[in-house]
């Protein structure tokens, strides 16, 4: 475990130093033992792949206890594992209509549309961040051989819903916006709604395994056309 | 119910609050005020609940005309404040009348300003807040900027005293600014020499400054690595992207990202920093961590001790 200071009143805990799912697990084990042992103290916290943001309170603590607190905790999570975390299926409508990148993914990695969507489709991945908009969830790790890299130029606007890949992630596009992953196909659940209680289908630690639908079924479970 | 009717929101003009908190799990980012002692002290004015919603307004040029008997303040960059076309100061609690009209201008120098009245604008909160945070879509009225025609919603207000901050204490908002920095994330990760240039040199700020974070031209400072796997950000954490061009990030950036970080600026700082518009100077110097917490806590009680007085009648 690797504390460096993050800001007046945060530290950043580095449990790791790549997408690996037993470094996600500890930083998950962390990320559930922090607010006990930190209490009312604590602000907030942005788990990622191999990190822990941790934010608090500079007036009810400070930075040399709590980096004594985690250092307590580190020594404690050496003994344990986290749990596997829910498994959430996510409805997939992989085509060339609904996913724009597709063909082209397909023709670069050398595969047929039907061998890219399987592959996609076969892997479950697991919820190591959600940041960049409300509700994106980075999934992770897509197969070797439909990884992909980023466009060189980002799309204006990428719509809701939106099943991407960049690199080695993977993740379903919450509400509209500009984005420059390969679009692949397009999931009718909403991923945030304000609204909804639990606003977002997913959390971090959470397994996801996308179901290939087909248009109707994306129509009937209330995509958008 | 009546409130504040928006006339023209001028260039910008979003209703915050003191912030959207607990919520990073999520992807929700603060929101908030950027320059957080005006909006405080414009709610310690009116003697709001800290943290009671007001406008921030951006470069000014904006009317209202008002829909219920209250109080009102404005505080921040030196809008010319009139009422019913007479002028009046800001840092001032102000008493107003159904059908008068409020016209800011534009400020000689910084560039927020925040207008609070009696008891704060009621909106309906998103996680616990009414901060506007564009780029999620969430909080204000529900529409995003505020814009011709929108009402600002406010409750009728036992009577208030005629508070004011004198001109002596009033912030002063000039085109240069000190940002004080605890080094920290990937600082070990930009050679020695890259440190002296970050904290030895004039940066400028670019047009390319917003509620996101405030993007900065001057001397390049490079990490010897390009990315990293993202990480959480928070607020004030000064990003060096590829081309080596600091950008200090604010209350409505990205919850995670993947570019190196050579530290965070102090909060306190902050607060000028966004009142600084293109073409203003920032510097960069580092502090420590017990510098930092000091810092803090000695703000905190000069804060409590500013010197706000009363009008008499």
């Known amino acids: 475990m690797i504390i460096e200071l993050a800001g007046e009143s945060a530290v950043m805990v580095y449990l790791g130093e790549t997408m690996d799912p037993a470094v ?19 602000l907030d916290l942005v788990p990622s792949y191999a990190s822990l943001l941790v934010v608090y309170d500079p007036y009810l603590t400070d930075h040399m206890a709590v980096v004594r607190k985690l250092h307590h905790l580190g020594y404690a999570l050496e003994q344990g594992r986290a749990g596997e975390g829910r498994l959430v ?3 997939a409508w992989y085509s060339c209509e609904s996913g724009a990148d597709l063909e082209e993914l397909a023709r670069r990695a050398g595969l047929a549309m039907a061998e890219v969507i399987a592959l996609h489709s076969g ?6 961040a959600i940041g960049f908009a409300p509700g994106f969830a980075y999934l992770g790790e897509v197969d070797e051989r439909i990884a992909a890299p980023r466009l060189a130029t980002p799309r204006q606007r990428v719509p809701r819903g939106a ?27 909403r991923l945030f709604d304000p609204a909804a209680d639990p606003c977002m289908p997913v959390a971090v630690g959470d397994r996801v395994r996308f179901r290939p639908i087909d248009r109707e079924e994306y129509l009937a479970l209330g995509g958008e056309p | 119910m009546s409130g504040l009717h928006v006339e023209d929101p001028g260039l910008l003009a979003l209703l915050q609050d003191g912030g959207r908190r607990g919520h990073y799990r999520l992807g ?9 002692q005006a909006f405080d002290l414009c709610n310690r004015l009116l003697e709001n609940p800290a943290g009671a919603a007001a406008v921030e307004l951006t470069f000014g040029g904006a009317r209202f005309t008002v829909g219920i008997d209250s109080y009102l303040c404005v505080t921040g960059a030196p809008m010319p404040l009139r009422i019913n076309g007479e002028e009046r100061s800001t840092w001032e609690v102000h008493p107003v009348r159904e059908g008068d009209s409020i016209a800011l201008g ?35 009225l529900g529409t995003g900027k505020l814009a011709p025609g929108d009402l600002l919603p406010c409750t009728p207000a036992p009577g208030r005293r005629r508070l004011y901050l004198p001109e002596a204490a009033q912030p002063r908002y000039n085109s240069q600014v000190t940002l004080r920095v605890i080094p920290g994330y990937q600082q070990h990760h930009f050679p ?76 306190l700082d902050l607060a000028r920093l966004a009142q600084q518009r293109p073409g203003g100077e920032v510097v960069f110097t580092p502090i420590t961590q017990h510098a930092a917490h ?10 409590a001790s500013r010197s706000i007085q009363e009008r008499g009648p």
Not at chain 1, 172 to 177: E, F, K, N, T
Not at chain 2, 28 to 36: E, F, H, K, N, S
Not at chain 2, 106 to 132: D, K, N
């Open chain 1, 24 to 42: 996600a697990a500890r930083v998950q084990a962390l990320a559930d033992a922090l607010p006990d042992a930190l209490d009312e103290a604590l």
């Open chain 1, 89 to 91: 299926e996510l409805p």
């Open chain 1, 123 to 128: 892997t479950d991945y697991r919820v190591y």
């Open chain 1, 163 to 189: 099943i991407a890949i960049a690199d080695r992630q993977t993740a379903v596009y919450p509400a509209a916006s500009p984005g420059g992953w390969n679009l692949v196909g397009r999931c009718p659940r």
């Open chain 2, 28 to 36: 929700l980012t603060d929101g908030g005020p950027l320059d957080r």
């Open chain 2, 106 to 140: 534009h400020p000689p120098a910084g560039c927020r300003a925040y207008l609070g009245v009696a008891g704060g604008f009621q909106a309906e909160p998103v996680f616990g807040s009414v901060s506007t945070v564009l780029r999620e879509g969430l909080g204000g």
């Open chain 2, 192 to 267: 020695r020499l890259a440190q002296r240039r970050f904290f030895g040199s004039r940066y400028t700020v670019t047009d390319r400054a917003d509620r996101m974070g405030y993007r900065l031209e001057g001397p390049v400072v490079r990490a010897d690595i390009e990315g990293l796997l993202s990480e959480g950000i928070c607020l004030g954490a000064i990003q060096l992207p590829a081309d080596g061009q600091p950008i200090v990030l604010l209350n409505d950036r990205q919850t995670i990202g993947g570019y190196p970080k050579i530290g965070a600026a102090l909060s």
């Open chain 2, 294 to 303: 000091n810092a803090l806590h000695l703000a905190r009680a000069f804060e």
